[in-house]
């Protein structure tokens, strides 16, 4: 007679993100319980480790929690596996959280804050959405896409300064004429900006008075259209250009960069519109020529990470202005990118806390920002543990994962070659009544 193959058994030691998703996983194999016999041990009453939440019940059920309230639109794992539990538990479609995009909200607005001679100054960013759902996989982006799509950006910032900054007729007059002076292919681009110019120059009006139009704007328009087409004109995969192309592209938009400055100078910390201006292309273009010139494109991201996220935009000559301004702190803050928990030095000028690796957020900001589903956020319509950490219980529990709560790991033995754990030594926090089988961990507010 055959011997019965007994499943393996795993010991899940706590329930937070990085558990459940790899039990998800495991879980999502037909048939998976003829290898495995899975059984979570949580420390307390409630799963999700930083992203675990509860309700007060003596504060008329307020939400208590200190996960984040956000996932970034290119979460595409986070949301297959979220669509996938949310499709398994099929809740009634009137019932609250019903599908997962009850349970996610697009948000496209997001505010930070300037902080410009003494005072708070409120920066509103209204980013566009797109008709992607995030968790459909697809092909990811070559750097040198997301250097493109950069310049692009770039672009798209210049000229919407432009139209706020100065009289509408004067700037389409001199775009009319910068066309006939660069190449044919981003005639397209500037057609567009000609048929949507009347909705513009009525509904984003600045309430800063507009300047009469410079006409040394073509040098500096110039320099930027021209290293756009350069870029265009160089092969698609950047394993076929040279050091030398690299220096050619860095030099001209470190011309228009240095031409810009000179230009807006006097009034970054007069003028909101010119400063954001600033901020962003400057931002934009020192990242690009950092990549560039530290030839990221060809040894990888990790080739930078000996520097510190803020050295390296000062080494590649960032101003200070762009350095501490609310875009790198928003991204240092939403990553806990510093040193010990100390989260300041940005008022205070003081760049010792800020600790993250440059090839690491580079990379990261570049996904963040450029291959974002649907909207650059997905806010949750109630606590993490309610939109998240609730449907993976119940989905993992149907499948058959088991759970045991106010376990506390006592000791974890090694083999005797110290190769593997032998044993695992758990305690009780607490023994249930004994007219309860298990503990069950939630409770019904409102229908959530």
Sequence with gaps: MDEVKKP???????????????????????????????????????????????????????????????????????????????????RPPKTPLAAWQDAFKPQKIFTLEEYINQKWITWNLDLPTNDELPGNGKELLSLWDYIQMALELVLEVFKEWLFHKFDCTQVLDFLDNIV?????????????????????????????????????????????????????????????????????????LRKFLNWLWQEVKEEVETHNLTRRMWIMIDFAVTHICGILEDGVLFKGFHSIDNYEWSEWMHKHGASKLTIDSPLARGMYSAIFGFHKGVTKGFVEGDWQYRAVAAG?????MLRFVFTYKGALFWEMQASMGETVFTPLYQCLKARGVKFEFFRQIKNLALSDDKTNIDSITLGHQATLKPEYKEYNPLINIKGI
Aim: hydrophobic share 35%; proline share 1%; net charge negative.
């Design 8 to 90: 393996k058994k795993i010991a899940v030691l706590g329930g937070g993100i990085g558990s459940l998703s790899t039990i998800f996983g495991i879980t999502s194999v037909d048939n998976w319980q003829d290898d495995y016999e899975i059984t979570v041990y949580q420390l307390g009453w409630r799963l999700g480790g930083k992203g675990a939440s509860g309700r007060n019940l003596s504060a008329n059920a307020r939400i208590e929690e200190h996960g984040l309230h956000v996932w970034a639109g290119f979460y595409d794992n986070s949301f297959w596996i979220m669509r996938k539990c949310y499709d398994e538990l099929e």
């Design 180 to 252: 006939t002076c660069v190449d044919s292919l981003l005639k397209g681009f500037c057609q567009q900006i000609f048929v949507s110019t009347e909705s513009q120059s009525t509904s984003t009006k600045s309430s800063e008075e507009k300047t009469p139009f410079k006409a040394n704007f073509h040098e500096g328009f110039g320099l930027l259209l021209g290293a756009i087409n350069f870029a265009k004109n160089l092969d698609k995969d950047s394993k076929n250009h040279s050091i030398d192309h690299h220096k050619q592209f860095s030099s001209l």
């Design 360 to 364: 690491v957020i580079i990379h990261g």
